[in-house]
């Protein structure tokens, strides 16, 4: 009783059609398509990238940085 069986999901899917249609559905696919190729495109491009340089030690050469020390509230 609480999964579906096929049959269901066949009406189902008769239901969306018939509101929707098979024109939108086939846009609403190709759009879905095209935004997980952008995404996996995306991905893959930062991944190639470098890194954003690490913050070190080293003064900043940067003359409106302000270099603060965190002191603790007594």
């Given at each position: 009783?609480?999964?579906?069986?096929?049959?269901?999901?066949?009406?189902?899917?008769?239901?969306?059609?018939?509101?929707?249609?098979?024109?939108?559905?086939?846009?609403?696919?190709?759009?879905?398509?095209?935004a997980v190729k952008g995404?996996?495109?995306?991905?893959?491009?930062?991944?190639?990238?470098?890194?954003?340089?690490?913050?070190?030690?080293?003064?900043?050469?940067?003359?409106?940085?302000?270099?603060?020390?965190?002191?603790?509230?007594?």
């Amino acid at each position: 009783m609480g999964s579906l069986s096929l049959v269901h999901w066949i009406i189902v899917l008769v239901v969306v059609i018939a509101i929707f249609g098979t024109k939108k559905l086939r846009n609403v696919g190709a759009d879905l398509g095209a935004a997980v190729k952008g995404f996996k495109d995306g991905m893959k491009d930062g991944a190639s990238d470098t890194p954003p340089p690490q913050v070190t030690a080293n003064k900043a050469s940067d003359p409106n940085t302000v270099d603060v020390d965190a002191k603790t509230k007594s």
